[in-house]
């Protein structure tokens, strides 16, 4: 089955709508659904066009695709279990919260918290993300504990913050803080970032360009070949009496 | 005028002697009468189990301390979310819930009196604040004196009369109810980086020692003739082989007073611990049931610890900083400065960690061993043992041995052999739990003369009637009956107003607030002398005029005046 979601434009486009319930799952039962802008519920067919072509029985067999002013759209796959969304353009904040399964593809930029406390499935991003992408909230103990999130672009700070289990991978560059309070699972930046890993517990950070401000709790251990790339490993955070791996291509600590 | 008719209630009212009579309690203006007229509206019980309204006498739900666990709990916020509805405000929050969650869920278990367990005195207006928005309950806080410098020094010089006199000052200039010392001289110590290891350990630069600042605070707070007790939380909180310490403190309390206990020691399960460290923990709670049953001048709570997720927050700073240690996880620290200080730790019980589990079992032992419910009140010292939402698991466990056996079997296997728990038979009946759960706790605080804890004539009309029915339920054994039973009441009524039906707040509520002022001599009177004005404007961040809480802060005020001897 594939749905076809096409934003109707709207006059008070600076509204966001918060979309939970544009889930495949949700779709297999129909398209009533309904979405909230502020603090107003509307059907579903009042923002988009819907188009639906066949159908499903499970919630793998689900497409949903999303056009218009993605941007604008808050929680889309938010406890997605299966089946597959693509957004065409840039998708706001909170994109595929504890999504468990199935496949998101973005085609154009997330906006913050892309992924956050993910327990499975995949999540494709060819843009750049923002802040908090693959990250735990506030104040949680554990943030991703599945899964994988691939960006192709850039990403902001508190990249996989709290991560527990699952593969982030970012082409691009990271901002700050990138894998803060990490508890497990691996995280790759292709590009630079700064102050990786700060106080992390477990897991492994690899960072295959320079790294800024380089944090002083990590101990050099040596250097490791990895795919191809002679890697610095580290071990830390000692500020946590951390048992993570931290492997970089280049460092530079604060002056 | 408005007249209400509870008909056909089977009454427990300790305090009178009543226990599960049936009987029909007419309620005129918010106080129990003898008879209302045939235009009263009539409130049908069927039979149900009918209590006075409970009371907390120690819980932590307002002030600084509480406001920064939800600060630094953002997590916290995620569950218990309820919306707005009706005349009622939007909630959440678990362990540290919003003012209106305490508030809410206190209602519908039937509570209407609530005791904050520490208050620092420079911080009071945060507490009287989170009061007022604390409205289906009455309130009154307990005040830190635990480090209280110009005490300290009048200890140092021998001088009680003194003592009681700052004492005196500082409770009617912040509103407060009554003394709490919260590791005495540690908070202080701690100040300087360092702890009091028990009673005889000198505060640094005071030279005063933690028994002298016991001994000479129970005598003060008899002085000014308060109606709570001295409410001790003792030094060494929570370490291995702590009970000796306990006990030494519990050892210095003479009997003074007539009509209540003498010391009100706080969460005793935190201070009933053997071994001499966490490898050979084990319970000590038989030398502390004992004790305490030979002494009729201590009352203690359980402070229950309940397995899950919650957040520990004390004045005893130092502990937490040990806490903290242990967990890694965030924490908080705060100095209040010439008073007391703080920490806050958010922490989560496990069944399958062998010291959580020996704690959850050292809290039933104490409540099942103390022969006298009136000297073992049932409390988890919320939310540092869990939040209070789980009283009535607790009153379960109490009540059916075979609920206990079951819960048993989940817990660590190696606590058997460190705790007399599953030697323990005795099953507390209907009476017992309404003396730990409000008739006790009135009069441990002294209450009981200003209405509460009971059903007699001109009481504050605070009651509680729980959907079940004795003659039906067998407690050893349906215990999940009666778990569900003190989960949510029928009806609870507070000063004659049903505020919440079986689950649901109906009103907004407004809250009243009991304070204490002590009337002492012009001699006494610490506002007129010239060193404790010195100090004070030498030391504190605020002048002396701005410190006391202007009475604009409290909702309803209900000052009891007492006659002091100095």
């Known amino acids: ?255 | 005028m408005t007249e209400l008719l509870v008909k056909n209630a089977c009454v427990i009212d300790p305090l009178r002697g009543i226990n599960a009579e049936t009987m029909d309690i007419a309620i005129l203006d918010g106080k129990i009468v003898e008879e209302v007229s045939d235009a009263a509206e009539v409130i049908d019980a069927r039979g149900m189990l009918t209590l006075p309204g409970g009371v907390d006498s120690h819980t932590h739900i307002c002030g600084t301390k509480v406001n920064f666990g939800r600060y630094m709990s953002p997590e916290d916020m995620r569950a218990g979310r309820t919306p707005r509805r009706g005349p009622l405000h939007a909630t959440s929050g678990y362990s540290v819930p919003t003012t209106y969650g305490n508030s809410y869920r206190y209602s519908v278990m039937g509570y209407t009196t609530l005791l904050e367990g520490a208050m620092a005195p420079l911080e009071a207006r945060h507490t009287h604040e989170e009061f007022i928005y604390t409205p289906l309950q009455d309130t009154m806080a307990n005040v830190l004196f635990d480090g209280n410098w110009g005490i300290m020094e009048a200890i140092r010089d021998g001088d009680t009369k003194r003592v009681a006199a700052i004492i005196a000052w500082t409770l009617r200039a912040v509103k407060g109810f009554a003394i709490k010392l919260t590791n005495p001289g540690g908070t202080e110590a701690w100040q300087w980086g360092k702890n009091v290891s028990c009673i005889r350990d000198p505060v640094p630069y005071f030279e005063v020692t933690p028994a002298e600042i016991i001994r000479s605070i129970v005598e003060a707070n008899e002085l000014l003739g308060l109606p709570h007790s001295v409410h001790l939380h003792c030094n060494n909180l929570g370490t291995p082989g702590n009970y000796s310490c306990t006990l030494g403190s519990l050892g210095l309390i003479p009997d003074l007073n007539e009509k209540r206990q003498t010391l009100y020691a706080a969460h005793v399960q935190f201070h009933a611990y053997g071994g001499s460290d966490w490898k050979d923990f084990c319970s000590k709670s038989e030398p502390i049931a004992r004790f305490v049953d030979m002494r009729p001048q201590i009352v203690m709570d359980m402070g229950q610890v309940m397995f899950g997720r919650t957040t520990t927050m004390t004045a005893d700073g130092p502990m937490e900083f040990n806490l903290y240690r242990l967990h890694h996880e965030k924490w908080s620290n705060h100095d209040v400065e010439l008073e007391t200080g703080s920490g806050i730790i958010p922490v989560i019980y496990r069944r399958k960690n062998l010291v959580n589990s020996i704690m959850w079992a050292i809290g039933l032992e104490l409540a099942l061993l103390t022969k006298s419910p009136w000297q073992c009140l049932l409390t988890t010292d919320n939310p540092n043992g869990a939040p209070f939402v789980k009283y009535p698991e607790i009153i379960g466990l109490l009540m059916s041995k075979k609920y206990r056996d079951a819960e048993f079997a989940t817990i660590h296997p190696d606590t058997e052999a460190r705790v007399p728990l599953p030697a323990i038979e005795r099953e507390l009946d209907w009476y017992e739990i309404a003396v730990m759960t409000r008739a006790g706790q009135a009069k441990a605080l002294g209450i009981q003369d200003l209405g509460k804890g009971h059903l007699g004539p001109d009481a504050d009309a605070d009651v509680a009637i729980y959907p079940l029915r004795m003659d039906e339920v067998d407690p050893s054994v349906d215990y999940q009956k009666v778990i569900d039973a003190f989960s949510r009441t029928e009806y609870t009524i507070k000063r004659g107003r049903v505020v919440a039906r079986r689950g649901e707040c109906l009103v907004d509520g407004s809250n009243a607030t009991f304070w204490v002022r002590p009337k002492v001599s012009e001699n006494y009177d610490m506002g007129k002398d010239p060193d404790f004005i010195e100090k004070f404007d030498r030391y504190y961040t605020v002048r002396m005029r701005n410190y006391p809480v202007q009475e604009e802060y409290l909702n309803r005020n209900r000052c009891i005046e007492t006659e002091a001897r100095i």
């Open chain 1, 1 to 255: 089955m594939k749905v076809t979601l096409a934003m109707k434009p709207a006059a008070k486009s600076f509204i966001s709508i918060e979309a939970e319930s544009i889930v495949p799952k949700n779709f297999l039962d129909g398209t009533d659904l309904s979405v909230w802008r502020g603090n107003r519920e509307l059907r579903l067919d009042e923002v988009f066009s819907v188009l639906v072509e066949g159908d499903a029985d499970r919630s793998e067999d689900v497409e949903v695709v999303l056009s218009g002013e993605t941007f604008r759209l808050k929680r889309v796959g938010e406890y997605m279990d299966g089946g597959r969304i693509t957004i065409l353009g840039n998708i706001g904040m909170h994109c595929g919260n504890f999504m468990s399964g199935g496949i998101i593809e973005v085609r154009g930029n997330a906006d913050g918290w892309l992924g956050r406390e993910m327990a499975g499935g995949a999540i494709v991003c060819r843009g750049d993300a923002a802040d908090y992408c693959a990250a735990g909230y506030r104040g949680g103990r554990k943030g991703m504990t599945g899964g994988t999130v691939e960006v192709f672009g850039s990403t902001g700070d508190f990249l996989a913050e709290s991560i527990a289990g699952g593969t982030v991978t970012v082409h691009g560059n990271s901002g700050d803080m990138a894998g803060a309070e990490m508890r497990g699972g691996t995280l790759v930046v292709h590009g630079d970032c700064r102050r990786p890993g700060a106080n992390m517990k477990e897991g492994s950070c690899y960072v295959y360009g320079t790294v800024q401000g380089m944090l002083p709790t990590f101990r050099k251990i040596g250097t490791v070949q990895h795919g191809g790339r002679t890697l610095i490993r580290f071990a830390g955070d000692l500020a946590n009496r951390g048992k993570g791996n931290l492997f970089v291509k280049d460092y530079e600590y604060l002056d």
